[in-house]
């Protein structure tokens, strides 16, 4: 990759935890949050960067921020070193945190945006310009005079995306975005972002226990696990890592015995209906000729593996 847009080099975060020991003694441990973590983001990419908890997500995106500072490796975001350049750095990103709001609990949306729009220096054309084309797009337009406390969560995470937004920066980095939303509200939050990613070319950078946001938004995906990266590549790549499998699923003519062909096996029968699975990096053509030339197939299809099922794989692992 040519010039990232966000390279990290063996990157690590350490934290020293205290704890009691009697009553005048404590002990402490060196926790590694993140331990020679290496990546390289392009412009323009969606990434998905998930992990089980404590994996070290959050502490690797409040480094990428300029929050904390690494206790060792490289890293660079938009060719700034985050932590000794955070002011420079806010102009260039923007941040949503699904459990947390950038926005003033007491005051109107309105009033929000006006705020952030003298925080950043947006000039004024510029910032109307920007909030007319969000409070479109996210449907805000019935809430700008609403306090943020009077509104609901899918409405708040819609009010902190223009939010992070207004000052149109380059990198998004999205931390939950769709945590406690209604399956309406998820679906357009994501058609926004793709929108977002085709026309203005933002980069983003999720993070998400909800795998549907990564099936649907992300191309690439990184998988964490320990404060180290154990999976880098396309989403497509990863359904064929370990022992995935995929399923094809025939429909005879007549109930017959189990299908016996080369490279599949049987796991499920229901009247003329047979299910086979196979690994997932093997071609489905092979298959599906062995069957067509043996049994008399009256529909076929293939199933995918369940991308959750495959990262936990790679957990166990």
Known sequence: MSDPLIEVRDLGRDFTVRKRVGTFRR????????????????????????GPNGAGKSTTI?????????????????????????????????????????????LPLRDSFELLQRIYEIPTDRYRHNLAAYVDLLDLGTLLDTPVRQLSLGQRMRGDIAAA????????YLDEPTIGLDVVSKGRLREFLRALNAERGTTLLLTTHDLQDIEALCDRVIVIDHGTAVFDGPLTRLRTTGGATRTLVVDLVDEVPPIAVDGAEVVKVEGPRQWLAFPADASAAALVAQVAAAYDVADLSIHEPDIEDVIWDLYSR
């Open 27 to 50: 002990s402490s441990r060196v926790v590694h949050a993140v331990r020679d973590l290496s990546l390289q983001i392009g412009a323009g990419e969606m990434v998905g960067y998930i």
């Open 165 to 172: 937004l207004l000052h149109d920066p380059g990198i998004l």
């Open 62 to 106: 409040k480094m990428l921020t300029g929050i904390l500072v690494p206790s060792r490796g490289h890293l660079r975001v938009a060719d700034l070193e985050p932590s000794r350049k955070r002011r420079e750095l806010a102009r260039r990103i923007g941040v949503v945190f699904g459990q947390r709001t950038s926005l003033w609990w007491d």
